[in-house]
């Protein structure tokens, strides 16, 4: 497995950061399409042998009759570093360094769930082993496949393992190997018999020899391994195992090895062949076929990495900049979010984004209609027309015209505008927060929620000082509308009115109903005069406090106060939402993995 490890070490880093984040978007790795290796063939073939020696550890129990009774996946993971050890799924967290008691866990766990008997299952036992000598990969050890039910099985036993077998290696990306016997005759080799029925080309199935050593004298297996007997796609391999008695005396790997390599060397019949002999060997053309299907993945893989790459850019770029760490970078930050900020409030007033126009709606429509509402024939009803002039006269009745009795009714009048005009003021105040609001969401400020608070309270204080600025300065021109009145509207009018009527009417008549209808009407027609001004000078006066100077200084308090404020203190206010902060680093993080990755794999994809 050497070679491939060396191959595998290159990509290893440029996989991990494809597949060990285990967080969210879980992606596709190298990893998941690698093939996985099954080793099919007759009750004690030789096939659990054959996988040991693939692996290069001494760890499956082995023996006559059915030992494998369960499937056993097999999974090997790379660590960089530290020492090998086992674990298997059903003893999660529990780490075993002793193989022998990894052989005496997989047989007791075998037993658990079929009983002592000769029962297979189909459940099968997952073990991972972790060691700086592995690649990423996956082995399957099956039950070997049998013609007849023994004491203590079913019947269907023939049939079920050969369906258990049958679906672990009709998956395409399964590598079959075939384990024969050589002791027994090729045309009775189940290995043979079910992979050419999943894999008629032989495109996946390497056939394996075993028992070379065991054939009876005078025979031998050099047409076979010479593809006469049986042509497969890949050339066969022939290998020593250990036998029964080597595994009772505990007869090391290295030494099997060594006396498998004598054994190809030494023999008449096989030393042409020797080169292609072996368990060596064997590893060496599983490493080749392996490397080929990981470099034909790494294309893909490449292009993977860098569409992810365009992803995590583009988020990242979403997510704006992560925050300067000097007090001059920080409040260059905040100055330049305010002011964005301040230029959408802006675009919100102008028109170029929406919500300006509601203010135009509460001089057009509000306004006038409020003002429409106040009712003023109603309130110069004759009653009340009387009431007041003669209120106003005191005890001396008015000689020519009721001066003072004209201005109470018009004073009267005019102040209930007050309350309309009040109302324009707040509906305006309440539409430019509602917009400064609105320009905050759609500003960066939404990711730092301590500058939120504080630029939304600054804002909406500015706003409030103007909306007191504006209503004084509203109310005051309805006050100067009462202070003075338009000379020359009077004037105007028919003098028998100003005079007090007809001379021939007496004192007593000025009160009659004739008379307090015309004065009625004089002040309706003057207040409905004023009321005209009103409407066009009450906009202009909301305008200027408050929408022109909302425009105009909308921060500046915020920003005279922020030039005071201390590097801590600005810092502070920059203190992003964490979830926003911790998805940035992560994304970040992930990045510059990717990054990394598309350089290791551009090596790899060039290295031979
Ligand atoms: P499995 O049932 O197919 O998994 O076969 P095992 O690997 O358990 O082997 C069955 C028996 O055959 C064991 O006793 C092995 O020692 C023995 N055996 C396997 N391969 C060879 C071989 O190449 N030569 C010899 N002499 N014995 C072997
Ligand atoms: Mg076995």
């Known amino acids: 497995m050497e070679n491939l490890i060396s191959l595998v070490n290159k990509i290893q880093r440029a996989c991990t950061a494809l597949g ?24 004690s073939s030789g096939k659990s042998s054959v996988l040991e020696s693939v692996v290069g550890k001494d760890f499956l129990p082995r ?12 999974q090997l993971h790379k660590i960089d570093e530290g020492r090998e050890y086992a674990e298997f ?34 459940v099968p036992i997952h073990l991972s ?20 039910a023994v004491e203590g099985q079913p019947d269907s036993i023939v049939q079920d393992i050969e369906n258990m077998v049958r679906s672990y290696i009709e998956k395409p990306n399964c590598i079959i190997l075939a384990i024969s016997p050589a002791n027994q005759d090729l045309a009775t080799s189940d290995a043979i018999k079910i992979s050419r029925e999943v894999d008629p080309r032989g495109e996946r199935t390497i056939g394996v020899l075993t028992k070379i ?44 090895r060594r006396r498998e390599r004598e054994y190809f060397a030494n023999s008449q019949e096989y030393r042409h062949l020797a080169q292609k002999m072996g368990s060596e060997h064997l590893g060496k053309v599983l490493s080749k076929h392996l490397e080929g299907v990981i470099r034909s993945k790494i294309p893909a893989l490449q292009s993977l990495i860098s569409k992810t790459i365009v992803e995590l850019e583009t988020e990242l770029s979403r997510l704006g900049k992560p925050i300067a760490t000097d007090a001059g970078g920080k409040l260059y930050m905040i100055m330049e979010i305010c002011r964005v900020f301040d230029q959408i409030f802006k675009e919100h007033l102008d028109g170029s984004r929406s919500g300006g126009d509601k203010i135009y709606n509460v001089f057009d429509n509000q306004l006038p209609a409020a003002m429409k509402r106040l009712q003023f024939d109603k309130n110069l009803s004759m009653d009340h027309v009387r009431k007041l002039i003669t209120e106003a006269d005191g005890y001396q009745p008015h000689l020519i015209a009721p ?33 400064v609001h609105k320009a905050i969401s759609e500003t960066e400020l939404k990711q730092y929620p301590a500058l939120k608070v504080e630029v939304s309270a600054a804002a909406c204080e500015s706003l409030d000082r103007m909306k007191e600025e504006s209503r004084k300065a509203t109310l005051l021109l309805v006050d100067m509308e009462c202070g003075y009145l338009t000379v020359e509207f009077f004037r105007k009018l028919p ?11 007496s004192i007593f008549d000025r009160y009659n109903d004739a008379y307090l209808r015309r004065v009625g009407t004089t002040v309706l027609s003057y207040i409905n005069m004023v009321c005209a001004t009103l409407r066009n000078s009450i906009p202009k006066s909301i305008v200027y406090c408050q929408v022109r100077e ?24 920059l203190n992003e939402d964490p979830a926003v902060m911790q998805r940035r680093a992560s994304l970040a993080k992930r990045l510059e993995l990717y990054r990394s990755a598309q350089t290791e794999m551009d090596a790899v994809s060039w290295s031979k």
Do not use: C
């Open 20 to 43: 060990d984040h285990g967080e969210e978007s879980a992606l596709p790795t190298l990893w998941d399409s690698l093939p996985s290796i099954a080793v099919v063939g007759g009750q």
């Open 63 to 74: 023996g006559s009759g059915i030992v494998t009774r369960r499937p056993l996946v097999l």
């Open 89 to 122: 799924m059903h003893l999660p967290r529990k780490r075993l360094t002793d193989f022998a008691a990894v052989r005496k866990e997989i047989a007791d766990e075998t037993d658990r769930e079929t009983g002592r008997s000769k029962q297979i299952s189909s």
């Open 129 to 148: 082993i972790y060691s700086p000598n592995v690649v990423n990969l996956t082995l399957i050890d099956l039950p070997g496949l049998t013609k007849v």
């Open 213 to 256: 050593d065991l054939m009876d004298k005078g025979t031998d297996a050099v047409d076979i391994l010479e593809g006469k007997s049986y042509k497969l796609q890949y050339p066969w391999i022939g290998v020593v195992n250990r036998s029964q008695a080597d595994i009772n005396k505990s007869v090391d790997m290295i030494a099997a």
């Open 403 to 435: 001066e003072q009795g004209y201005r109470r009714l018009i004073e009267s009048s005019l102040g209930s505008i007050k309350g309309p005009a009040e109302a324009a003021v707040d509906a305006v105040h309440a539409i430019l927060k509602e917009l």
């Open 495 to 505: 003098q028998d009115i100003e005079k007090g009527g007809n001379p021939t009417h």
């Open 550 to 573: 909302a425009k105009r200084s909308l921060m500046d308090y915020f920003f005279a106060e922020l030039g005071g404020k201390e590097s801590k203190q600005l810092a502070s206010l």
